[in-house]
T-cell receptor
Framework: AQSVSQHNHHVILSEAASLELGCNYS??????LFWYVQYPGQHLQLLLK??????LVKGIKGFEAEFIKSKFSFNLRKPSVQWSDTAEYFC?????????FGTGTSLTVIP | ETGVTQTPRHLVMGMTNKKSLKCEQH?????MYWYKQSAKKPLELMFV???????ENNSVPSRFSPECPNSSHLFLHLHTLQPEDSALYLC?????????????FGPGTRLTVL
């Protein structure tokens, strides 16, 4: 079965620190990749997505992710986090007709 | 506001109750989904409807019964639930199953089964 792994379950950073959240998927064929964010008390919303083309994808709020096919990875990065980035982050892969989500990474940014 | 609304936002029910969760999307999408979100677990896909037809049922117990009367509305009927069914139930929609597009999520219904 396909799966998406997020290695960091809980990350705590100070403001202005750099962020990298890991995501690996297990599917070997064509895959569309997504990062979703869930702010406290809010719904899941899309941060960025990769379908094809440039493997470095830029999303909203200064986030970016790099698709590395050889590593089956799609890590999320932000050079300088803010307190408002405190949220749960989910990586997802769409293969064929089905979405697979990771377990999520809880990010806490300390002012 | 994503264009996907869910009601109620919170629900507490006993194991013998019958209740329904409602989802409505205002995006003109053709596919709708029910997910279960539990702590420390990946989102679990429960049901998929594409053009009102159920296309996925991921081994969900029969105490959960979906209904999709049209492309804009999706219900999840609940009957004789167990305490382990307590979770956040998320509805999502997309352009169409297999379209490769992103899913848009509602705010969820926080369900507590006593």
């Amino acid at each position: 079965a396909q799966s998406v792994s997020q290695h960091n379950h809980h990350v705590i950073l100070s403001e202005a620190a750099s962020l990298e959240l890991g995501c690996n998927y297990s599917y070997g064929g064509t895959v569309n990749l997504f990062w979703y964010v869930q702010y406290p008390g809010q719904h899941l919303q899309l941060l960025l997505k990769y379908f094809s083309g440039d493997p470095l994808v830029k999303g909203i709020k200064g986030f970016e992710a790099e698709f590395i096919k050889s590593k089956f990875s799609f890590n999320l990065r932000k050079p300088s986090v803010q307190w408002s980035d405190t949220a749960e982050y989910f990586c997802a892969a769409l293969t064929g007709n089905q979405f697979y989500f990771g377990t999520g990474t809880s990010l806490t940014v300390i002012p | 506001e994503t264009g996907v609304t869910q009601t109620p936002r919170h629900l507490v029910m006993g194991m013998t109750n019958k209740k329904s969760l409602k989802c409505e999307q205002h995006l003109g999408h053709n596919a709708m989904y029910w997910y279960k979100q539990s702590a420390k677990k990946p989102l679990e896909l429960m049901f998929v409807y594409n053009f009102k037809e159920q296309t996925e049922n991921n081994s969900v117990p029969s105490r959960f019964s979906p209904e999709c009367p049209n492309s804009s509305h999706l219900f999840l009927h609940l009957h004789t639930l167990q305490p382990e069914d307590s979770a956040l139930y998320l509805c999502a929609s997309s352009q169409g199953e297999g379209s490769g597009g992103e899913q848009f999520f509602g705010p969820g219904t926080r369900l507590t089964v006593l």
